[in-house]
């Protein structure tokens, strides 16, 4: 990244300094030129956090080059790690109510919910969406499917949607098998 900087810098240096001798302005006024880039130019982003912009301002005064480089701090993900109150619609058509305990690191959540704890997820987030899997057992057999949850923007409740895993993906987005849950 140092490298990488140093060309820019150098480069731009380069075209100050030819623009600086090729005009007639009388004075000490330096020649300025901001130039903004993306961090995702010269440094890896996380999906889940938007490009952090970067101001590069050059000046040429002669011989005395400078270079002020400022970057603004991304903006955090969300956070789903925590005890959630949940509520879902079976298959059958039930209401349940559930505690699901979620818990993340970086962009990857895990989660169990269910009595003692025998329904399982793993998701990703991505913005303000989690999505990913869901398994539980009972005594009849084991179940697994596809879910997605929407984090409301003061972060305390989601809302959310699921399928079976016999289901199309493309079901999720027009399933009324719903999975809501408010932050304890």
Same mark, same amino acid.
């Given at each position: 990244?140092?490298?990488?900087?140093?060309?820019?810098?150098?480069?731009? !240096?380069?075209?100050?300094?030819?623009?600086?001798?090729?005009?007639?302005?009388?004075?000490?006024?330096?020649?300025?030129?901001? +130039?903004?880039?993306?961090?995702?130019?010269?440094?890896?982003?996380?999906?889940?956090?938007?490009?952090?912009?970067?101001?590069?301002?050059?000046? !040429?005064?002669?011989?005395?080059?400078? +270079?002020?480089?400022?970057?603004?701090?991304?903006?955090?993900?969300?956070?789903?790690?925590?005890?959630?109150?949940?509520?879902?619609?079976?298959?059958?058509?039930?209401?349940?109510?559930?505690?699901?305990?979620?818990?993340?690191?970086?962009?990857?959540?895990?989660?169990?919910?269910?009595?003692?704890?025998?329904?399982?997820?793993?998701?990703?987030?991505?913005?303000?969406?989690?999505?990913?899997?869901? +398994?539980?057992?009972?005594?009849?057999?084991?179940?697994?499917?596809?879910?997605?949850?929407?984090?409301?923007?003061?972060?305390?409740?989601?809302?959310?949607?699921?399928?079976? !895993?016999?289901?199309?993906?493309? !079901?999720?987005?027009?399933?009324?098998?719903?999975?809501?849950?408010?932050?304890?």
């Amino acid at each position: 990244m140092r490298k990488s900087l140093v060309i820019l810098l150098a480069g731009l !240096a380069c075209i100050m300094m030819i623009a600086a001798g090729c005009t007639s302005s009388s004075g000490t006024t330096p020649a300025t030129t901001t +130039a903004v880039t993306t961090a995702a130019a010269t440094e890896t982003a996380t999906p889940s956090a938007p490009a952090a912009e970067t101001t590069i301002v050059v000046t !040429a005064e002669a011989a005395n080059v400078t +270079a002020n480089v400022t970057t603004a701090a991304p903006v955090a993900a969300p956070s789903w790690t925590g005890t959630w109150n949940t509520s879902y619609v079976s298959s059958d058509k039930k209401p349940v109510m559930e505690v699901l305990t979620m818990n993340q690191t970086g962009s990857s959540v895990t989660g169990t919910y269910g009595k003692n704890s025998t329904g399982t997820i793993n998701a990703t987030v991505q913005e303000s969406k989690l999505a990913g899997t869901w +398994a539980e057992s009972d005594l009849t057999g084991n179940y697994t499917g596809k879910f997605e949850f929407t984090l409301s923007a003061d972060e305390k409740s989601f809302t959310g949607r699921w399928i079976d !895993a016999s289901e199309n993906l493309s !079901a999720l987005a027009n399933t009324t098998q719903t999975w809501d849950g408010v932050r304890v």
